[in-house]
């Protein structure tokens, strides 16, 4: 019999991929949808296999129903204290009331676990989920995997294509760690579909310095990108206070002051990963930095 795995959020980006690579690895996967969601929308899910099940997560009864059977339910839900800690814990609690004995909590970040808190709001709501699944009776496992690589192509910005610079704060050569949301995702439905993972598990597809990325842009681009220093943490995280206190974003998950956290606190260097699990399953392939920039040079030159 094929395992039965839920995937909350699975319209998503995230949730979408962990679903297909749960699919590719024949399991079975239940998506609970939020109900009146576009049937367009649902199309990819359904030509996947994937059981589609419209229930809201605040009905704990009917969620408890949909998810009744299953080995594991993964979270990919994204947004603010509503989704993170409220909507997740709705889920959390239908799983436990259905008797399912595993759950990945909706993480997929650098390792908060040894960052203070206090310093990152999205980190800090995730930290606040995992208070509440510690005291649950189900097994949690973490997947950590640093930056989604696929954000060096642009939406970060870290590597600026246009002036031919990388920059950094404070050191040019503390590595990081990037995946991408593809890789993050195939390793997830590994992990969902192992029932003897730990409570956190660390992947990195690439792990590089901004001097390392600058020689890798270079190296793809044909052109000379060097390092530029933005300045020290102490004045990003004066920056970061400016830029909340000018453009605050309230309700937005993402507002420009959140991905300069995630910059300062890569930077930090504290919650880099380690020991990596990138071995833990055979037959992955981690796709590096440079393939990522690759194709977008490819996308660039109009080539496919
Ligand atoms: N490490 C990185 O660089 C990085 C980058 C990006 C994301 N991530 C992480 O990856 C995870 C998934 O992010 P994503 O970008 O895939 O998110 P996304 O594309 O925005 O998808 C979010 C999903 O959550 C669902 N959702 C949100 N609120 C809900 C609610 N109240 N009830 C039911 N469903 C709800 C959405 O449903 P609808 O379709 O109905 O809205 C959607 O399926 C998050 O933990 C995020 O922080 C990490």
Redesign the pocket.
């Known amino acids: 019999m094929s395992a039965l795995v839920v995937v909350?959020?699975?319209?998503?980006?995230?949730?979408g991929r962990i679903a297909r690579a749960l699919r590719e690895r024949g399991a079975d996967v239940v998506a609970?949808?939020?109900p009146g969601?576009a049937r367009e929308?649902l199309a990819p899910l359904c030509a996947l296999g994937a059981t589609v099940v419209p229930v809201?997560?605040r009905d704990g009864s009917g969620l408890a129903r949909a998810i009744a059977g299953a080995s594991c339910v993964v979270s990919?839900?994204?947004?603010l204290g509503?989704?993170?800690v409220e909507?997740q814990t709705a889920l959390l609690d239908a799983a436990v009331a259905a008797g399912v004995p595993r759950f990945v909590p909706?993480?997929?970040?650098?390792d908060f676990t040894r960052l203070p808190p206090g310093r990152n709001r999205?980190l800090d709501l995730?930290r606040e989920f995992h208070g509440r699944l510690e005291d649950r009776a189900i097994a949690a496992t973490t997947v950590f995997?640093?930056?989604?690589a696929d954000?060096l192509a642009g939406r970060m910005p870290l590597v600026l294509f246009k002036r031919r610079r990388v920059l950094y704060w404070s050191d040019a050569d503390l590595r990081m760690d990037f995946t991408t949301?593809a890789d993050t995702a195939a390793f997830t439905a590994c992990a969902a579909l192992d029932p003897s993972t730990p409570r956190f598990l660390r992947i990195a597809g690439d792990r590089l310095s901004a001097r390392e990325l600058a020689a890798v842009a270079t190296g793809v681009t044909g052109e000379s990108f060097r390092v530029l220093r933005a300045g020290s943490l102490g004045m990003l995280g004066a920056l970061i206070a400016v830029a909340r206190a000018v453009a605050p974003g309230r309700g937005e998950?993402f507002p420009a002051w959140q991905g300069m956290q995630?910059l300062r606190d890569m930077f930090d260097g504290r919650a880099r990963l380690a020991p990596l699990d990138n071995d833990r399953y055979p037959g992955l392939r981690w796709t590096r930095a440079r393939d990522v920039l690759m194709a977008r040079e490819a996308a660039r030159r109009g080539r496919p």
């Open positions: 909350a959020g699975a319209t998503g980006n995230l949730g609970p949808v939020r969601t929308r809201d997560l990919a839900l994204n947004g509503d989704v993170i909507a909706s993480d997929y970040s650098i999205n995730r995997c640093g930056a989604f954000l949301a998950p995630y």
